[in-house]
């Protein structure tokens, strides 16, 4: 009975059609088109900012919790959520750090540093987050509205970008749908 | 022409999809706990595995919701008068009676609106017999946690094209995902938040009192106001 469900799902079906799985019809400066059952929409996305709480009060949680229902409550459009958990890359983090000067390369005090840095942070496997908002529409009128409500948000203290230009959109897409390391 | 397309997509695993090599799983979560207060959601996330979360959040017309509930609590009151006292589930009908009239009064009195919630994690791994250990640890973390999950097998494909930023939902993995909420269950399942300091480009300061993790700011990056002074403690803290 198993296999016989088994093979029903993958019968013939070795390699999925890659133009047929994403409904996506272009990418311009400004948003994604994609169009789905003869409805063409645009994908629009904002990247968040996240505020840092490292000590929560209820004074905090009262007032995150009051404007983040005030933003719930006006909007008025189905939106998505997006959050991907990256890694830290440390190498990429070295490099960063590398300081022309070769006097100062030179340095003892610098080496140690560079040393003690390096096993700290490979000790530590650093995570952090990256969220974005995504709004599908079907008509650019509603865009005003919806911009001035999603800027609202930055009242809690998060702040907003929207992601414009082709070629970011198309490197954000291709990370993403290729399930690329989420490294930063 | 598009460029993001991966090279391939291989479907014919019901317990994963490999694309281009990697293998993607889709968990989707069924049930949050009864009472969720600010923050748990969130940390209640393992935070050392690579994930992608997608929360979808659709607004639903108050009015229709307010007749069918009225309906349901009609049918389950005339219900409960017929049936034995002795049968298994009486106390069931009850508490369903109960929390339907509850939410019928936050709508109606706390002018509460009711969100259809669904949320969708892909976890991935180079490694075949990883990915399987990976999404159970993460199914088990969540369920202590009191977060139900379920695992999309036969219907990665569709799972994995839900977790992509293109906010929009295959009708095939809707109904079993799906959550009623009030306004004040999606605020507290407020994600844009962080407990760690740690900007790329900054500089090691230390460790947080906090959770001692590493405390690496950049302190020229436009998010802080002033990039002159820098406090990182009230004073008369530890």
Known sequence: ???????????????????????????????????????????????VE??????????????????????????????????????????????????????INKNKLAKIYKSELETSLNENNIYICNYYIVIAIEEENDLNDINKNIY?????????EKLQGKEKLDNFLYSKSNKVDNIC | MLNFYPAYIDNTN???????????????????????NFMQFMNSMPKDIQFDMSIFVQKQDTIKVLKELTYNISNSKAEINTIN?????????????????????????????????????????????????????????LYSKMLISNVLNFRHLQGYLSTLPFNTLDESITKTCCTNMTTSNVANIFPFYTDTVFDIKGVIFGYTNHNKKICN????????????????????SN
């Open chain 1, 1 to 47: 009975m198993f296999n016989q469900i088994k093979n029903q799902f993958t019968k013939n079906n070795i390699y999925e059609d890659i133009y047929k799985v994403y409904d996506v019809v272009d990418i311009n400066d400004n948003c994604i088109l994609t169009k789905k059952n003869n409805v063409l929409k645009q994908i629009h996305i904002y990247k």
């Open chain 1, 50 to 103: 996240p505020i840092t709480i490292l000590n929560i009060t209820e004074s905090i949680t009262a007032n995150i919790i009051t404007l983040y229902t005030e933003f719930l409550r006006s909007m008025n459009y189905d939106f998505q959520i997006y959050i991907e958990n990256c890694q830290v890359n440390i190498n990429n983090y070295f490099e960063n750090i590398i300081i022309d000067d070769e006097n």
């Open chain 1, 152 to 160: 609202s948000l930055s009242k809690i203290g998060v702040s907003i």
């Open chain 2, 14 to 36: 019901f317990r994963y999809i490999n694309i281009d090599g990697k293998y993607v799983t889709t968990i989707c979560i069924v049930n949050y706990p009864k009472k969720m």
């Open chain 2, 85 to 141: 006292n002795n049968q298994i589930d009486v106390d069931i009908l009850g508490k369903l009676t109960s929390d339907a009239k509850k939410l019928r009064y936050e709508i109606q009195i706390n002018n509460e609106q009711v969100y259809h919630t669904y949320t969708y994690i892909s976890i991935k791994s180079d490694n075949e017999n990883d990915i399987i250990y990976s999404t159970k640890k993460f199914r088990s973390i």
């Open chain 2, 217 to 236: 700011i950049d302190i020229f990056s436009n998010k802080y106001t002033n990039s002159n002074i820098c406090i990182f403690g009230s004073s008369d």
